[in-house]
C-alpha cells in the first residue's frame, strides 16, 4: 500500500488514541479537510473515521455510523486494505457502545482479517486488543492474542501498549475468578506505569481497583478508584467515569460505608443520563435493584428495578439502532490469514453453548434455499426459562442452556439435511433442508418429547423443563426467504405457547398436548 503524507499523519492520531482520543477532533478535522483538497480521499476518509471515533466515544453512535458507513463506501472503491480494516475497527466500537455485543465481535474479528501483512504492528496490536474484548474466555485464542501483543510491545519499546494489553488482560482474569494472576498483572501495570513515567488511565486504575476489589482488599481498592478521579487523571472515554463510580460504589458497600456508596451510584446514574449510555445506566440501576434487595429494602428494589427494565428496553432499542445503522456490508475474499480459519469459525459460534449462531444459521438456510427440496425452520424455546433464573440463580439458567445445546447437537449429528443453532436468550433452532412436512412434525416431536424426558436435575434442580416448538417450511407455506421461514415460524411458536407450551405446531394442524407442570 503507498502511504501519503497525509496518511501518516492520520495514523499518528489513531496511534495516541489510547490517551488523547478526546482531544484529536479539531486535528483530525484539519487532516480531513488538506486531503480533502489534495484530492487525498483516503487520508481524507481515514481522518473523518478518527472524528467518527472521538464522536462515538462521547455517546453520538448514530452520528459516527454515519461517517463509518461512507468510509466503507470509498475502502470498497478504492480497495484500500487497511483503510476497511479501519472502518471495522470503528464499527467494533460503535456496536459494542451500542451493546451489540454479536455484532461488535464480528467487526472486531474483520479488522484482524482484512489488515495488510505490512501495516505497521502497533495497528495490528491495538486491532487484536479490541478482539480481546470480545473473545470467548474459554477460547486460549484469548491468552495467544494477549501475548503477541505484549510482544509487539516489547519489540516496538511501547510502554503504553504494553500497558493497555496488560489492563485487558488483568480485568479478564479478574472476571472469571483468577485472582492471584489479576493480582500479579495490576502489580505489573504498577510497574510499568512507574519505571516509564507513563501515567495510568482511569480505565487502568479501574481495572486495577477492581482486581483488588475481587481480592477482597477493600482500602487498596477504594485507594486505586480514589487515583481515577484525581484532576488530570487521563480519561478518553464517555463511559469510563461512570463505571469507575460504579466501582466505587461496589468497594464502599463492601467497606460499610452505604451513604458515601450510593453518593458515587448517584454519580454514576448522573453521568450516564448525560452522556446518553443506557448499557452503563441499565448495570447502575440493577447493582441499585440487587443492594436493595439483600438489604430488604423491597420498596427500593423494586423502584429501582422499574428504571433497571426501561433503561434495558432503551438499550434494546440503541441496539436494534446501531443494527440497522451499521448494515453488515458483504465484501470480496480477503487476504489468507493465518487466523482467519479460527477467527470466522468464533465469528460464527455462540460461545455459551458451542452451537452454531444466528450469523451462521443465516448464512446456512440462504445457502439451503438456492437447493431442490423444501427447507423447514423451527424455532425451539424453552418454556418457563426465566422460573429458572430467578429460582436457581443465571448459572443454573446457563447450565440449562449449555445442556439443551448439547442435545440439539446429538439430535442433528448424523441426520442427513439437519442443522441447529443458538438463536439467543433461550430461542434455539433447527433447520431441516429436503424433508417432507410429515417427516419434520415426527422429528420434532421427537425432539420436543426427548427434552421433556431428559434427566435436567443437575442443571434445573428439579425444574420441569420443557420446550415449545413452531415451524414453518418452504413447500407447505410457499415462503422463499430466511426472514419469512423465521416470522412464520416465530407466528406458530407463540400460537403454540398460548395453547399451553410443551407442544410443537406446524404449518398445519393444531397442536397436540403435552403439558405437564408449570411453564412459561
Known amino acids: 500500500m503507498s502511504v501519503t503524507p497525509l496518511v501518516d499523519q492520520v495514523r499518528a492520531l489513531e496511534r495516541a488514541r489510547g490517551y488523547e482520543l478526546l482531544g484529536q477532533g479539531e486535528a483530525a478535522a484539519a487532516i480531513e479537510a488538506a486531503a480533502e ?13 478518527v472524528r467518527a471515533d472521538v464522536i462515538g466515544t ?4 448514530e452520528t459516527a455510523g454515519l461517517i463509518v458507513q461512507s468510509a466503507v463506501r470509498v475502502a470498497e472503491e478504492t480497495g484500500d486494505d ?11 466500537q460503535l456496536h459494542l457502545q451500542a451493546g451489540d455485543v454479536a455484532e461488535s465481535r464480528w467487526h472486531a474479528i474483520r479488522a484482524v482479517e482484512v489488515l495488510p501483512a505490512d501495516a505497521p504492528a502497533w495497528l495490528r496490536a491495538e486491532h487484536l486488543l479490541a478482539l480481546t474484548v470480545v473473545l470467548d474466555r474459554a477460547v486460549d485464542s484469548h491468552e495467544a492474542v494477549i501475548a503477541e501483543v505484549l510482544a509487539i510491545a516489547a519489540s516496538e519499546d511501547d510502554p503504553a501498549l504494553e500497558l493497555f494489553a496488560l489492563n485487558n488482560t488483568a480485568w479478564e482474569h479478574a472476571d472469571v475468578g483468577h485472582v492471584d494472576e489479576a493480582v500479579r498483572l495490576a502489580a505489573r501495570m504498577r510497574r510499568v506505569a512507574t519505571a516509564s513515567g507513563i501515567p495510568l488511565r482511569m480505565a487502568d486504575l479501574d481495572t486495577v481497583a477492581t482486581v ?6 477493600f ?5 486505586a478508584i480514589t487515583e481515577a478521579f484525581q484532576p488530570g487523571c487521563p480519561d478518553n472515554g464517555a463511559d469510563h467515569e461512570p463505571v469507575a463510580r460504579l466501582t466505587a460504589f461496589r468497594i464502599l458497600i463492601g467497606l460499610e460505608r452505604t451513604e458515601a456508596a450510593f453518593g458515587q451510584l448517584q454519580t454514576a446514574r448522573t453521568l450516564a443520563t448525560e452522556r446518553h449510555l443506557p448499557g452503563v445506566l441499565a448495570e447502575v440501576e440493577e447493582a441499585d435493584a440487587t443492594y436493595r434487595a439483600t438489604t430488604g429494602d423491597w420498596e427500593g428494589a423494586y423502584r429501582a428495578h422499574v428504571r433497571f427494565h426501561r433503561e434495558h428496553v432503551r438499550l434494546q432499542d440503541r441496539q436494534n439502532a446501531a443494527r440497522a445503522l451499521l448494515a453488515q456490508v458483504q465484501f470480496d475474499a480477503s487476504t489468507a490469514r493465518r487466523d482467519r480459519d479460527r477467527f470466522r469459525a468464533l465469528a460464527l459460534t455462540d460461545s455459551l453453548t458451542g452451537l452454531p449462531n444466528r450469523r451462521a444459521v443465516e448464512e446456512h438456510v440462504r445457502e439451503v434455499l438456492d437447493g431442490p427440496g423444501p427447507v423447514t425452520v423451527a424455532i425451539v424455546d424453552l418454556d418457563h426459562f426465566k422460573r429458572v433464573n430467578d429460582e436457581r440463580s443465571h448459572d443454573a439458567g446457563d447450565a440449562v442452556l449449555r445442556e439443551l445445546g448439547v442435545l440439539l447437537r446429538r439430535y442433528v449429528d448424523g441426520a442427513p439435511g439437519k442443522f441447529c443453532a443458538r438463536l439467543g436468550g433461550e430461542e434455539f433452532v433447527v433447520v431441516w433442508e429436503g424433508w417432507s412436512v410429515s417427516a419434520v412434525e415426527l422429528s420434532t416431536e421427537a425432539l420436543r418429547s426427548g427434552i ?3 434427566d435436567w436435575f443437575p442443571s434445573a434442580a428439579g425444574i420441569p423443563i420443557t420446550v415449545s416448538v413452531g415451524f414453518a417450511t418452504t413447500t407447505a407455506e410457499s415462503l ?8 412464520r415460524a416465530d407466528a406458530r411458536l407463540y400460537e403454540a405457547k398460548r395453547a399451553g407450551r410443551n407442544r410443537v405446531l406446524g404449518p398445519q394442524g393444531p397442536p397436540a398436548p403435552h403439558a405437564r407442570g408449570p411453564g412459561r
Open 82 to 92: 487497511e483503510l476497511l480494516a479501519r472502518t471495522h475497527f470503528l464499527r467494533f
Open 37 to 49: 483538497a489534495a484530492g487525498d480521499r483516503v487520508a481524507a476518509v481515514r481522518a473523518a473515521l
Open 219 to 223: 482500602e487498596e481498592a477504594w485507594s
Open 212 to 217: 483488588e476489589l475481587r481480592a477482597g482488599r
Open 58 to 61: 462521547t455517546g453520538d453512535v
Open 452 to 454: 421433556e424426558q431428559h
Open 480 to 487: 422463499t426467504t430466511w426472514s419469512d421461514l423465521v416470522a
